[in-house]
């Protein structure tokens, strides 16, 4: 059974842009001290899953290119004597595409990452100021190069639907994002936050958020050009090349179990879902308590586990089997799925149902939120 690692880094160790370094924890942060800390994380999460080899590593969170190479490949080299890694191991970094963080790329694929996650988010200037964003287009697109030059795998991201957003201005900026020839995308529809600057902003009618007709066309464009352009979507907001899917994001969406280390890393392994402390005081403080940085650990009763699996699987253009899904929660297919629904909406082109097979069409991709509510069983949900 697959097994994944996420490693989260909570913040920066060298200047840059993105922090604050004369806060707190940040400005005394001790790379003896964290590694010491996250490997004893790393072994609490192996002592309960041995005998599994990783399928991938992903580090995140702060700004992880920003991490020592050198820890890096410490934490890489006592993963694999704990799991050992299964063949083609993928070790994703996830990075702001700043010329600070760029800089680390070469030695960071020294110390074993073979695939590059870039948060481009835009691709105009004025964009990414709205979006909050510090970096510029050329220095993203410099990073975008160095990247590719250095990582066999690279994917960035997008945001569109953005207030305003026309057809035509999205389709050029999608077209020349698809020419820089990466394998994989993240296109994310912007959405409005509780909590948010654009949350507030709204509220106080500064901003006009994208109708939901208009971001569905635009869904359906986007869905158009990645598939011609030979990234054909393989979740609702992935594309990928075949054979260049995030196979992190994939234990995800396939509910296989991932162990989570470092400040406020969530895990789901062994049917149960682990918290660690966020604050990174609070993390080292545990860590030398209890010898784990775990702030809640809950085991998950099973039918809140086949909803999540469920609600994480139909986002894949693979679907799931429902069969399958129910042997393996030891639970009756009538008992997770309400067949009725599915037959409806399958006869209005939502769905594609089958006794062994449920997938969602590409007519019912923009409206996949609204069809779960439908699709799974209310006495699933209401267990």
Known sequence: MALALYIHWPFCLAKCPYCDFNSHVRA??????????????MRHEARLTSGRPLTSIFFGGGTPSLMPPALVETLLREAEALWGFAPGIEITLEANPSSVEAANFTALASAGINRVSLGLQALDDKTLKFLGRLHDVSESLAALELAQKTYARVSFDLIYARPEQSPEAWEAELNRALGFGTGHLSLYQ?????????????REGKLTPLDDDAGADLFALTREMTAAAGLP??????????????????????????????????????????????????????VSEQNHGISEERLLPIHEQATEALLMGLRLTEGISPPALAARFGLNVDDMIDQKACERLATMGFLKCTKMHLTVTEKGAPLLEALLGDIVSHQLVSA
């Open 28 to 41: 005394r942060t001790d790379i003896s001290a964290w590694q010491a800390a996250l490997l004893a994380d």
């Open 233 to 286: 979507a393989y979740e609702t907001s992935n594309h990928a090349r075949p054979g260049e899917e995030s196979r992190h994001n994939l234990t995800y969406w396939r509910y296989q179990d991932y162990v989570g280390i470092g400040p406020g890393a969530h895990g789901r392994r062994l049917g149960a879902a682990t918290v660690r402390h966020k604050k990174p005081e609070n993390f080292l403080r545990a």
């Open 190 to 202: 912007l959405t409005i936050e509780p909590g948010t600057r654009f949350a507030t902003l709204v």
